[in-house]
């Protein structure tokens, strides 16, 4: 029997935004690995001032008890926790006894924006600096 390492591997993604300081979980969220987020939203929330928390657990498999009881205590603070797999809702539901929001499909986080971003202004650059020339005939 083969074990899934892939699913019981934790990970988490912090988002720092205007308006709100997101977790991106992924994997199991064992009882020591929900101390780690525990403390580092110790850690971040001394900087997050008024914004909200939210809690994206779409990729998230499983979850402790000691996980559940996190979850559960930053709900009843107040955290946001969505979820876009029917998985990762199933667990919440289990959790807050509520509902729990989907996300919106495309584009949650903007991670990635900024070297979009920079990646098209490089290619502009050379396309202005290096211009082809193209010939053409006349029928």
Known sequence: ?????????FRYYMHD????FSFELAGRLSDDAA????EAWRTASSVVGERSLIVDLSYVNAIDQFGQDLLRDWHNQ????????RE????LQEIT???????????RHSTWLPFRIAACA???????????????SSL
């Not at 990762?88 to 667990?91: Q, V």
């Open 88 to 91: 990762a809702k199933a667990l």
């Open 97 to 107: 006894g509520q509902s729990v929001p989907m996300l919106p499909a495309p584009g």
């Open 122 to 136: 490089a290619i502009a650059f050379v396309v202005l600096l290096f211009p082809g020339t193209i010939n053409a």
């Open 17 to 20: 935004g205007a308006t709100a």
């Open 78 to 85: 107040g955290a946001q926790l969505v979820a876009n797999s």
């Open 35 to 38: 101390r780690q987020l525990q």
């Open 1 to 9: 029997m083969e074990l899934d390492t892939t699913r019981s591997y």
